[in-house]
T-cell receptor, first 112, second 113 residues
Framework: DAKTTQPTSMDCAEGRAANLPCNHS???????VYWYRQIHSQGPQYIIH???NNETNEMASLIITEDRKSSTLILPHATLRDTAVYYC?????????????FGAGTILRVKS | AAGVIQSPRHLIKEKRETATLKCYPI?????VYWYQQGPGQDPQFLIS???????DKGSIPDRFSAQQFSDYHSELNMSSLELGDSALYFC????????????FGSGTRLTVV
């Protein structure tokens, strides 16, 4: 089962920062948090992931609270093309390796 | 850069027919994952393979089976198709069981009529 909860939807003005929250209060100490997005039924696209330190890449920043029970994805300057469903995912272990278990994501609408 | 290739992109089948979906992972990726996404739903994990062995099983119906071949490509076989099997089917691949990121393909849209 998914281990995350996210808002159903959010709006953001074009050019502003989009801050997408995620709760993962049952996360284990060695479980990573991944963020993916899906634009109009395309394949999910990787954004960023982290364990406990804040992370930044060319797409976004990931802020993870010290207790690791929640995180925030930040898109610094949202554009219309960032309109998508954003999934916060806790990677869970399998017998061999790990897998991503999707929950209900956040529909982000960027408006001009 | 090479991505995950899925074929076909679209497939229309009648009820009770069979379908085979193919997935070609990124070169050197040894793990493949299958997901099903129904209309308005979130992707649901079906099954995964690591080094040609099944590594985990999710909500995959008994009518479905899958395997990973020696060249690491994978096929999802679906029999006795039902209307409810109409969905997007995504394949993802990773190296070493997922520790280094997961890349998804563009999906196969299966419509059962």
């Amino acid at each position: 089962d998914a281990k995350t909860t996210q808002p159903t939807s959010m709006d953001c003005a074009e050019g502003r920062a989009a801050n997408l929250p995620c709760n993962h209060s049952t996360i284990s100490g060695n479980e990573y948090v991944y963020w993916y997005r899906q634009i109009h039924s395309q394949g999910p696209q990787y954004i960023i992931h982290g364990l406990k330190n804040n992370e930044t890449n060319e797409m976004a920043s990931l802020i993870i609270t010290e207790d690791r029970k929640s995180s925030t994805l930040i898109l610094p300057h949202a554009t219309l093309r960032d309109t998508a469903v954003y999934y916060c995912i806790v990677r869970v272990p399998m017998e061999y390796g790990n897998k991503l278990v999707f929950g209900a994501g956040t529909i982000l609408r960027v408006k001009s | 850069a090479a991505g995950v290739i899925q074929s076909p992109r679209h497939l229309i089948k009648e009820k009770r027919e069979t379908a085979t979906l193919k997935c070609y992972p990124i070169p050197r990726h040894d793990t493949v994952y299958w997901y099903q996404q129904g209309p308005g739903q979130d992707p649901q994990f079906l099954i995964s393979f690591y080094e040609k062995m099944q590594s985990d099983k999710g909500s995959i119906p008994d009518r479905f089976s899958a395997q990973q071949f020696s060249d690491y490509h994978s096929e999802l076989n679906m029999s006795s198709l039902e209307l409810g099997d109409s969905a997007l089917y995504f394949c993802a691949s990773s190296l070493g069981g997922g520790g280094n990121g997961y890349t998804f393909g563009s999906g196969t849209r299966l419509t059962v009529v």
